[in-house]
Each structure stands twice: as C-alpha cells, then as structure tokens.
C-alpha cells in the first residue's frame, strides 16, 4: 500500500514541462512535515541509537535535522494513514512506522548487521526502489528506502 503511494506522489511530480501550473493555494494551509514526534522511556539513548545505527547526526539540544533537499532524496514526504487492523507495521506494536531514504541499502544494511541489528525483511523487486525493516529499541518499526533512480 505505501509503496503503492509512493509511486502516485512520484508520477504526480514528474508533470509535463507544458502542463499548468496548479493554482496557489490560500493561506493558512500546510506546507510539509515541520518534525517528527516520539515518546520514549529513554529519549538520549534512543537518539543515539539513531545516531549510531542509521547515521543521523544528532544535534545538541537532543534532535535530528533531516533536509528535504539533501542529495537522491526523494522530492516529497509520504503522509498516509493506515486501517487499524494493517499488518503493515507489524511486527511493531507502535501507532507510527518511521519511513527513511537512504542513498546506499547495501552500506546501510551492513552498517547494521556489522552492529548486530536485525533485518526484519528486505524486498529489492519493488519497481520504487530497495525497502528493508527494521525495529528501533523501542519497538517501532522502521522502513529504509532507497528509491530507484529518477522517484
């Protein structure tokens, strides 16, 4: 289903040179995702594992700045919500799946084994791109996606 999304948002952002322009819409409207919002019983060590295992660089004040415009990212941010009966997330029982693009699956799921972490599933067939899960310490469930050329 997200991947099914993903492929949507992709084709709508890859329109003609000659199409029209959509109309702005009026204020007060939303622009994109401003953060991402956990609970934990352990914030500093959960971003560390953060740090240590995918790669973010953790500020001081405790948080991660991830840039829209960082290179291979993908041009959107995917905000979907799920039936509360998806088997999409599980094994996590967590209300959210975090969704990461990575620039290099192969160097990052050896980062990870290399540090002992799981591979839930990898699936490299889907016409998106590579997609591999992991669980973070406190059991959310985290889906890395290196999008094919061109999405």
């Not at 939303?30 to 790669?55: C, H």
């Not at 990212?73 to 969704?99: C, G, I, Q, W």
């Amino acid at each position: 289903m997200l991947r099914a999304v993903i492929l949507a948002i992709a084709a709508m952002t890859q329109s003609p040179a000659n199409a029209a322009e959509p109309a702005s819409p009026p204020p007060g409207h939303v622009t994109g995702i401003g953060g991402i919002f956990i609970r934990s019983d352990n914030p500093k060590a959960l971003m560390e594992w953060y740090q240590d295992m995918l790669g973010l660089k953790v500020e001081a004040w405790g948080g991660a700045l991830l840039a829209y415009d960082a290179p291979q990212h993908p041009p959107v941010l995917v905000f979907n919500a799920f039936a509360r009966t998806t088997t999409y997330m599980d094994p996590s029982k967590r209300e959210v799946m975090l969704n990461f693009a990575v620039d290099d699956m192969d160097a990052m799921l050896a980062r990870l084994k290399a540090k002992g972490v799981p591979i839930l599933k990898q699936d490299d067939s889907d016409p998106n791109g590579r997609f591999a899960w992991v669980l973070d310490p406190d059991g959310t469930k985290i889906e890395l996606w290196q999008p094919k050329p061109g999405k």
